[in-house]
């Protein structure tokens, strides 16, 4: 399962399924899981991307749609694969 989360085997017709945001390593995926994360929530997935990639965002969504996490995981992700995390 967690190698499927890579997106190595196919992407899942779910928009926030870990199989489609291969930016996110298994490791990740697997913490998240034990956490009972068992995916991206519609505001993380629509942002995930736009946040990786630094460009300029506004978001705006009820408390609890998952905003933090939807800012913070793809910045560690960024800064994980480009070597800047301390």
């Known amino acids: 399962m967690v190698a499927e989360a890579l997106g190595k085997e196919s992407v899942s ?3 926030g399924d ?8 298994a490791k990740t995926v697997e913490v998240l899981e034990n956490q009972g994360i068992l995916g991206l929530f519609p505001v993380q997935h629509m942002t995930f991307r736009n946040v990786y990639n630094r460009e300029d965002l506004i ?3 009820l408390t609890g749609s998952g905003k933090t996490l939807g800012f913070s995981l793809p910045v560690v992700e960024y800064l ?6 301390g």
Not at 18 to 25: M, Q
Not at 80 to 85: A, D, E, V
Request: hydrophobic share 30%.
């Open 13 to 15: 017709t779910d928009p």
């Open 18 to 25: 870990f199989k489609n945001f291969p930016e996110i390593p």
């Open 59 to 61: 978001v705006r969504d």
């Open 80 to 85: 994980r694969k480009n070597r800047l995390f």
